[in-house]
């Protein structure tokens, strides 16, 4: 199984335990400040979720 610092570093595309690039994902689903997706690999059969946290505002058009 990688780390978590690898998995980030190949962008979440890969399956934490075998490697494949054949995985799927749910909907991102939110609740308050926590937003997560359900992901599975198609090859090993491995399950996680992926996790998501707020880092910024973007591209605010101000309407007065």
Do not use: F, H, T
């Amino acid at each position: 199984m990688i780390s978590n610092e690898e998995y980030l570093k190949e962008s979440g595309l890969i399956c934490p335990v075998c490697k494949s690039m054949n995985i799927s994902a749910d909907n991102i689903e939110v609740d308050g400040m926590q937003a997560w997706s359900n992901c599975c690999c198609k090859d090993c059969g491995s399950e996680w979720s992926d996790e998501y946290s707020l880092v910024r505002y973007d591209n605010v058009i101000e309407k007065r």
